[in-house]
């Protein structure tokens, strides 16, 4: 199970009738968060967000809010606490063969995290992995 995180920023422009999609200057994919992995980070180099200090940086303009998929708001330290302060208690760690089947490698604190390649571009600050591309 995971969930989507957002930036908004006004004006809250509603989706599109036709496509259900958000215009992308206002709701902003910042990543997901997947039980038993590390946060997938969204990096957005082409518009200069690269890590997690480039999302604190977006995320503290004015009027701009935290949202999950569901609408329900979040705060700039609760969200970063999920990205950061990420744990997992397991009996025992996953196989080989999980972790190459599933392109992960062990993490941090109990959990797994994306192996380097083709999306992901890094492992971040603290338990977060750096994402590019459309995977929400």
């Given at each position: 199970m995971g969930t989507n995180y957002y930036a908004v920023t006004p004006p809250a422009i509603p989706p599109c009738a036709h496509c259900g999609r958000y215009d992308p200057s206002v709701r902003l994919h910042i990543g997901k968060s997947s039980v038993g992995w590390c946060f997938s980070l969204h990096v957005i180099p082409e518009r200069g967000i690269h890590d997690l200090n480039d999302w604190k940086a977006y995320l503290q303009q004015p009027h701009t809010t935290i949202e999950d998929e569901y609408g329900h708001e979040h705060t700039l330290d609760a969200l970063l606490e999920c990205?950061?302060?990420?744990?997992?208690?397991?009996?025992?760690?996953?196989?080989?063969?999980w972790l190459s089947q599933n392109h992960a490698v062990l993490g941090p604190n109990g959990l797994v995290r994306h192996a380097l390649g083709r999306?992901?571009?890094?492992?971040?600050?603290?338990?977060?992995?750096?994402?590019?591309?459309?995977f929400s």
């Open positions: 990205i950061t302060l990420r744990h997992r208690a397991r009996s025992e760690p996953p196989t080989a063969l999306y992901c571009i890094g492992h971040g600050e603290g338990t977060c992995d750096l994402l590019s591309g459309d």
